[in-house]
């Protein structure tokens, strides 16, 4: 649940900020008549993520068990595939991201009140269509589907309301070290979702290895207790893991942290150009819309 929670709420905060940025963008250009046109693809995104969401509930339901299980496993690897870009994609974009929008949302305008849809569709639609395939990833690989699901709208909730709030004023936050730290867990959820997918292909039978496991962690870890229990729903950690499954969330973690890690470091900005890091820094802090906090505060 707790694993849902965090994807919802770092999902949904992104969604909810790239929304309030065009929607003030907007606002502030005078084009609120074009507003219709942005709701109109912000609607559009959410009804193709829940529509998604339903085909990868139900849509397996009436195959075979190595059926089901290749398509979990594939589905769990470009879930894993998907959260990694996302990850990697906002610790570097993160800075720029305000700016990039609004020249988007220029384009946009000047292309019609079609583009404006387009622009609500893609911006929100991909964060919609990730988080649907990476909560089902882990929704399928927890016993209590139900928790994991209240966790996950838990999650976009509370991002509904911290993005409502930042954008009117009420609420400042540092959202560079939020996205830093989030972004921490979910290379560790992310790498358990990897091992589970692994885990299936090999019950499949398109993977070797199924029976051989490298660990039995029962006695440690045991399933039954409140931590055991906290550890699967958050990290995937199974009682068995079989080889593969370990040396996959090794290399998994050993390659794809340092990179977030890395991503994550300012520039230093090369001789002559601290004129131009004076406007970079503005960009950096999206105004009220995204309510970060000021430059002195921020990690």
Do not use: C
Not at 181 to 202: R, S
Not at 251 to 258: D, F, K, R
């Amino acid at each position: 649940m707790l694993a849902n929670y965090l994807i919802g709420l770092r999902e949904g905060l992104e969604a909810g900020l790239i929304v309030g940025i065009l929607v003030a963008y907007l606002r502030k250009s005078g084009r609120r008549d074009l507003l219709p046109k942005l709701w109109i693809g912000i609607a559009a995104a959410i009804a193709v993520s829940l529509g998604l969401g339903a085909i990868l509930t139900w849509g397996p339901s009436t195959l075979s068990f190595q059926a089901q299980e290749a398509i979990g496993g594939g589905l769990s690897i470009v879930a894993v595939g998907f959260v990694t870009w996302m990850v990697l994609w906002m610790a570097k974009h993160a800075p720029t991201l305000s700016r990039e929008l609004r020249e988007r949302a220029d384009s946009a305008i000047v292309g019609g009140g079609i583009g404006l849809v387009v622009l609500g569709v893609v911006s929100v639609g991909r964060e919609g269509i990730e988080t649907a395939i990476f909560v089902w990833a882990t929704v399928a690989s927890t016993q209590d589907p139900v928790a994991s699901f209240v966790g996950v709208v838990l999650g976009i909730l509370t991002a509904v309301a911290l993005a409502a709030l930042i954008s009117l004023g009420f609420l400042r936050i540092d959202l560079g070290r939020f996205f830093r730290w989030t972004g921490v867990v979910l290379v560790v959820v992310a790498a358990g979702v990897f091992a589970y997918g692994v885990g299936d292909l090999q019950e499949a039978g398109i993977l070797p290895g199924v029976g051989q496991h490298a660990l039995n962690l029962a006695a440690v870890v045991p399933p039954t207790s409140w931590w055991g229990i906290l550890l699967a729903g958050l990290f995937n950690v199974t009682a068995e893991p079989t080889w593969l499954q370990v040396i996959v969330w090794v290399l998994y973690i050993a390659i794809v942290m340092p990179l977030f890690v890395l991503r994550q470091r300012p520039k230093r900005p090369r001789t002559g150009d601290t004129a131009s890091a004076q406007p970079a820094a503005a960009s950096a802090t999206p105004d009220a819309v995204t309510g970060t906090a000021p430059a002195s505060n921020s990690a």
